[in-house]
């Protein structure tokens, strides 16, 4: 049996945005994300020790919901544009620490994580979803 850890990188990373404020680079590209979002994952492998890691984002535009219901989020808020500056770097530390990235177009994170869940645990695994998403509590 392994210990498998899913990370709803998404929520962790809006988290992580709205919790640090003011760090930049000395090119002025906003880090407050990117440094939060990496040490939560640096303690979460350190604490956990997972058997196996991985982070799901969000895809860029709509997904398969928006053609389900096309007032899907509608009154969201648009991404602030110095999380979005973040994400590509976000992707590189993960990549950097041997930690998959996934990302499915047209699908939600919290559906691949689902998905993924599932099969793992049909597989007799032990899931942990690291989330902060109050839709995983459905």
């Given at each position: 049996m392994a210990r498998v850890y899913l990370v709803d990188g998404t929520n962790l990373l809006y988290r992580a945005y709205h919790a640090i404020r003011g760090f930049s680079n000395s090119a002025g590209l906003p880090t407050n994300a990117a440094y939060g979002f990496t040490a939560m994952?640096?303690?979460?492998?350190?604490?956990?020790k997972?058997?196996?890691?991985?982070?799901?984002?969000?895809?860029?535009?709509?997904t398969r919901k928006h053609d389900l219901y096309s007032d899907y989020k509608a009154n969201r808020e648009e991404t602030p544009k110095e999380l979005v500056a973040q994400i590509p770097y976000v992707h590189r530390i993960l990549s950097a620490m041997g930690i998959p990235v996934l990302v499915?177009?047209?699908?939600?994170?919290?559906?691949?994580?689902?998905?993924?869940?599932?099969r793992a645990a049909q597989k007799g695994?032990?899931?942990?979803?690291?989330t902060g998403d109050k839709d995983f509590c459905q």
């Open positions: 994952a640096l303690r979460l492998e350190k604490e956990e997972p058997d196996r890691l991985a982070v799901v984002f969000d895809p860029k535009g709509p499915a177009p047209g699908i939600e994170a919290d559906d691949v994580i689902g998905v993924l869940a599932a695994d032990e899931v942990t979803i690291v």
